[in-house]
């Protein structure tokens, strides 16, 4: 299985998991709780700016729970807002006050709903002391995925905001 974590695009090949039901939502859950799921399920797993929904004291066990999915060749495509580019365009002396407003809500979510709280900043070396942390035995940087037509690839103000990572389960 294919499993994309977050989503709401519906494509051949994959299955929906969300926290809220919705069109084509394959699976209602909280990332943090996998259990619905049997262990190495998935040979791939996809999040677009998910992770940063996760608490710091959570962030360890919810990554072991996504590579308890993954097959022992799988790997976990992961994009999270880039705490380095983002602190970059907010200190930018160009930066204007609306401008600053979006980047701060980028950092912290937009906070429209229950779910939308960003509660854990992420940059290339956090993150991948997570994953190492979790058991992922490697992770590498890429520019991006071109799966989904979602935050990942999102270049406001012409910088890319998404650091994109693939984690391996070798």
Known sequence: MKLHVGGKEVKEGWKLLNAQDGPGVDFVGDIRDLSQFQTAS???IYGSH?????????M???LR?????LKADGELYISVPDLDTLCRLFLHPEMDFDGKFHVMRMMFGGQVDPWDFHYIGLNFDILANYLSAAGFTACKRVDAFGLFDDTSSFAPY??????NVIAYNQ
Do not use: N
């Open 65 to 69: 729970g996504i590579r308890r999915l």
């Open 50 to 58: 998910i992770l940063e929904h996760i608490g710091q004291q959570d």
């Open 42 to 44: 998935c040979s791939v």
């Open 158 to 163: 012409g910088v890319p905001i998404s650091l």
């Open 60 to 62: 360890v066990e919810t």
